[in-house]
């Protein structure tokens, strides 16, 4: 899953992103909201950790505009505030924040919170994605295309399962090694190319709508 980090602190920020990605998360740290809104152009994440005292606009801004952007104030919000400011903790949470974090605080409270909030919000994930011909059960985890049965390798059904859950949406080639192979893996982004190739293969004609996107990586188009 993956979690956007708002901490102008340098230290306390590449902490919270070694402690997340640790535990599991695909964790990417702003120093500030502007690098934040242009990072919201593309990939959204799943949590934003947001601490209310930033440089230019602060986190209580941002939290404001997000919650009246109709695209955006869906995603949970964590605010991190100084220990005492009770205002604002409470206006955070008027706001619609769904937790608070008082500084300074313990990563593992960090990552126990993080946890919680997306038990509480994440909606279940659709058990059968489909997109043109192309359909894949995740309870039975099977894979159709045009009512074929196809049988792919555990890393082909991920890599498919991936696209069909952002449809349209231009996926890296680094994005795609993080995300079905790990950020521990230590091959090359040539990988993803071969493993694009074979799935584009197994799934006959419908493999094509999988678009390459020249110098970035892959995207998944719906069907004719």
């Known amino acids: 899953m993956l979690i956007y980090c708002i901490e102008d602190d340098n230290g306390i920020r590449n902490l919270m992103l070694y402690t997340l990605n640790a535990s599991g998360f695909e964790a990417v740290g702003f120093p500030d909201s502007a690098e934040f809104w242009r990072a919201l152009e593309g990939e959204k994440p799943e949590l934003i950790l947001l601490d209310i005292m ?123 090694l993080e995300r079905v192979w790990g950020q521990d893996f230590a091959g090359e982004t040539r990988t993803v190319d071969v493993h694009v190739g074979t799935l584009r293969t197994k799934l006959g004609e419908a493999g094509n709508q999988i678009e390459t996107v020249r110098g970035v990586g892959y995207r998944m188009e719906s069907g004719k």
């Open 54 to 176: 930033l440089p230019g606009e602060d986190g209580i801004s941002v939290l404001k505009k997000l919650r009246a952007d109709a695209a955006l104030c869906g995603i949970p919000v964590i605010m991190a505030s100084a220990k005492g400011t009770e205002y604002d903790k409470v206006l955070g949470l008027d706001l619609g924040a769904d937790d608070n974090l008082a500084k300074p605080f313990g990563m593992m409270d960090m990552v126990s919170r993080v946890k919680s909030v997306l038990r509480r919000t994440s909606p279940k994930a659709a058990a059968v994605l489909r997109c043109g011909s192309i359909e894949l059960n995740d309870d039975k985890h099977s894979v159709t295309s045009g009512g074929r049965a196809v049988v792919l390798t555990l890393k082909e059904y991920d890599m498919l399962r991936l696209f069909l859950r952002n449809p349209g949406l231009v996926l890296t080639r680094d994005q795609l």
